[in-house]
Every structure is written in C-alpha cells, then in structure tokens.
C-alpha cells in the first residue's frame, strides 16, 4: 500500500506535542498554505486533491461515499449544510437552488500521484448530480465543460450561463482589462507557466517533492 514520504513523517515528528511550543509557528496555517502556494502547481495536482463541491442535499450520501471509497484519503471531510437561495446567484454554489445544499469538502494528499484524475473525476460526478464547485482550487474543466457548450458534464444547464456572463462583462468595459472567469481559474485556460530555472528554484522544487 502507499506510503507516507519520509519527509512528510519527520513533518509529522516535528509537529510533535513536545516540539510545537518551539517550532509551532512554522506549521500554522498562513505558513503551510505558503509553502503549498510555493510548491510547482502540477505536483499539487498530482499529489493532492483539495475542493469544496456543493451538492443537493439528497446527493451528498453519494458523493460521500464515493469520496471514501474511491480516493485514497484518509483526511476527515468537511460537511456544512447550505440553505439554497430563491433568488438567482450566477456565481454562488449554492445560487441554482432552492432547496438544502450540502458542501463537501475533499482535502488531502493522495500517495499514489493521480490526484489530478480524483479531482476530474469528482468534478464531473458533482455536475452529473447538479452541483457546484468552488474554483478557489486547480480546477481541470476544459472551456466547453466549463460554459456548457458541446460536452458538458452539467446537469441542467451550465455552471454558468456564458451569454449573461459575457454581457456583463461588457456592460462593466472588462473586456480588454480583466480575463475572464475560465481563464483566470482553470488550469486549460492558463497560459504556460515557464519558471526561471535557478539553484534555488530546483532545490525548492526538490524538497516540494519530497514532502508532498
């Protein structure tokens, strides 16, 4: 079975009871989100699975079960109830429903290096069942999954409707200015990432793959 690197359980030593007075501020959570956001973002897609999926309530059984019995976690799932809202709220999870949400939160390391494919995975199984996403994540869509053009996974509709979205946009003058919502948060619509290679970006790399 997969194993914990043995950087991560010297982490886990040095988090100890007896040496968390002393090094107790390197673990909080600013600091572990820092070196998360520092770390090269395909080896948090392949070796993570970290996002929030929305859900009617009466699909959060099933999303749950496929959670634990699919992906390789042994993190707890966090589980909040959301009222869901009369009035539309294109951008909202929870703003395509009238009735009870669940939010599911998935977050943890996946030893066997497919994360990227458990997250694709959740991602079409929480639009099969009429979810959401929150996209503060990586997000794996492809553009025409993403708007609901030819492909799409969703269940009633897009996740967002690309036509007022668009008009909005327009209306705002963002055009030239801003990207726009796929671009900005999905991994296919970023342009390519090419970091300078110095000694200390490879050996940041090298203790990133160490410890992830």
């Not at 673990?27 to 090269?40: D, E, I, Q, V």
């Not at 959301?82 to 996946?110: E, F």
Request: charged letters at 20%; glycine letters at 10%; a positive charge.
């Amino acid at each position: 079975p997969p194993r914990l690197p043995p950087a991560s359980l010297v982490l886990f030593l040095l988090s100890s009871r007896l040496l968390r007075p002393i090094l107790g501020a390197f673990f909080s959570t600013s600091s572990l989100f820092g070196m998360l956001h520092k770390a090269p973002p395909e080896l948090v897609a392949e070796r993570m699975v970290v996002m929030d999926l929305t859900v009617p309530a009466e699909a959060g059984p099933s999303l749950i079960r496929r959670v634990r019995g699919t992906i390789p976690i042994s993190t707890p799932l966090w589980i909040c109830p959301l009222k869901g809202s009369s009035v539309k709220q294109p951008l909202a999870t929870h703003g395509h429903h009238s009735g009870l949400m669940l939010n599911v939160g998935v977050y943890g390391r996946v030893c066997d290096g497919e994360g990227r494919r458990y997250s694709r995975e959740l991602e079409a199984f929480t639009a099969a069942v009429g979810g959401r996403k929150m996209l503060y994540s990586q997000n794996f869509y492809t553009e025409g999954e993403f708007w609901g053009r030819e492909g799409s996974p969703w269940d009633g509709g897009a996740m967002f409707e690309e036509g007022e979205y668009r008009a909005l946009r327009q209306r705002l003058h963002a055009e030239k200015v801003l990207p726009d919502l796929f671009s900005k948060v999905c991994e296919a619509g970023r342009p390519p990432r090419h970091k300078k290679q110095t000694i200390g970006s490879r050996c940041g790399d090298a203790i990133a793959r160490l410890m992830l």
